[in-house]
């Protein structure tokens, strides 16, 4: 199984920037995908999440500003960021749920089995 997570970049605040997370080896719509961040100096948290039925649950902290979607045609999720701010740059990283058909996003990486490489996210003030 391989997540390849890309279209990071650096931006300034406020822009928007989509980024996307391939999958491959795996039955994508099957599996709750999700979206976790690492800031410099600070812990892996949780972003987003979406389950194979599309109930999403965000980050209090990026809610009304990111929303994530996902295409089981083209098996990838992505992450339609807005608004952003100069503390969301963090290394953004793609995870896919252990357990297929789960009900709910858990914000809980350790549920979380398989996870790309990741994509660096900039936000300039």
């Known amino acids: 199984v391989q997540l390849q997570a890309f279209g990071g970049g650096l931006v300034q605040a406020g822009d928007s920037l989509r980024i996307s997370c391939a999958v491959s080896?795996?039955?994508?719509?099957?599996?709750?995908m999700g979206w976790f961040r690492q800031a410099p100096g600070k812990e892996r948290e949780f972003v987003a999440g979406?389950?194979?039925?599309?109930?999403?649950k965000h980050a209090d902290s990026v809610k009304g500003r990111f929303t994530i979607s996902r295409d089981n045609a083209k098996n990838t999720v992505y992450l339609e960021m807005n608004s952003l701010k100069p503390e969301d740059t963090a290394v953004y990283y793609c995870?896919?749920?252990?357990?297929?058909?789960?009900?709910?996003?858990?914000?809980?990486?350790?549920?979380?089995?398989?996870w790309g490489q990741g994509t660096k996210v900039t936000v300039s003030s």
């Open positions: 080896g795996r039955t994508f719509s099957i599996y709750t």
């Open positions: 995870a896919s749920m252990e357990t297929p058909f789960r009900m709910e996003v858990s914000t809980i990486s350790s549920e979380f089995d398989v």
């Open positions: 979406i389950t194979w039925r599309d109930v999403t």
